[in-house]
């Protein structure tokens, strides 16, 4: 980059190559010696609302709208530049306004006439919804080498346990003194435990033909109502419904049940005692949404990465496969799910795509 430098020692690109660097979809700037800002590209102001004007000059140090982490990210790798005299690129997450956004970053040594680096030129690219897009691929991929597993042994396992279970009710009834009544109960008890968990993972299964039907939402949320709430009530909270007057759609009622069933249980089990979850249902352009609401202490973000990857759980006798099934009836479905979390709760939207009936 060709450049020349002004009065208030801001360097500003040469007119042959200021068009191009202006109009530059990345964030293009320069940083001197003294760790300060001598040149931005106009793109910045789009980004955070500032005017490049009111940026040059001023130390990276003292830049933190990024978030203080991002700014000793910055500061770390500058002077890493400036020492090592190599380029040099790493990838780190921006948080601005309560959003985190990641940037991908190369730094690139700009020599003077003795050799020496006079300024470091750094060249950032946001590359948020590139990195939602390979979350996305991994976790899809995931989830098909898990279906493809479930769908093989899932029927073999299932077998042999029916016929364990059978003969343990037989022998339960045939027990003269029945002193062993309790065992049998229990072991029949485990079973049938073993048994839903497989049910729970065959839902992965890639073959499960679907009953799609035109359906309403509201109507499936209206009858699992009274068991959701009852086991709500179990567990000291509460359960509301807000359904607005949606359209018909396309719906496997059964695995729809399911998905509501994993995601309130979820917010139930989030929630502290005596608080409300609540299912709301609107439209949204077209577009039929389902909102569950809690007010729990919010998902981490390193859990919140890898949401939906089966046998992903931070509970002691949770399995992982809740949200890895819900998942995947979205995907059933042209459904999209997107949890939204804060300190004060968490919401999982699952937006169906508009469908012709
Ligand atoms: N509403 C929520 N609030 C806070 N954390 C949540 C919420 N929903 C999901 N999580 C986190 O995501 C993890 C995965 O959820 P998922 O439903 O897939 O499995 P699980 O609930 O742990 O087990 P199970 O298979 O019994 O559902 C949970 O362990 C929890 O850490
Ligand atoms: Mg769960």
Redesign the pocket.
Known sequence: MKSHRLKNNSIEPTEEYKDIIENAPDVICRVDKMLCLTYINPIIKELIGIEQHNLIGKPIASLTFGGENYTAIWLENLQKVFAAKQKLFFKAPCIYKGNTYYFQVYMSPALDSNGLVESVICVSRNITEQKQFDAELARLDRLNLVGKIAASIGHEVRNPLTTVRGFLQMLDKREKTNKNHEYYQMMIGELDRANALLS?FLTLAKDKPLLLKPANLNSIITSIYPLLKADARANNKDLTLKLDTIDNILLDEKEIRQLIF??V???I???PPNSIVTIRTFMNKKNVVLA?E?F?????QP??EK????F????E??????????YKIAKNHNAVIS?S?GAN??T?YVKFEKCSL
Do not use: H, M, R
């Open positions: 729970e994993n995601i249980q979820n917010g089990e989030a929630s569950i809690d729990g202490t919010g998902i981490p859990i919140l949401l939906g990857t089966p992903l759980t931070t509970k006798n949770g399995t992982g496969l809740g949200l890895a099934v819900c949890p979390t709760g968490s999982f």
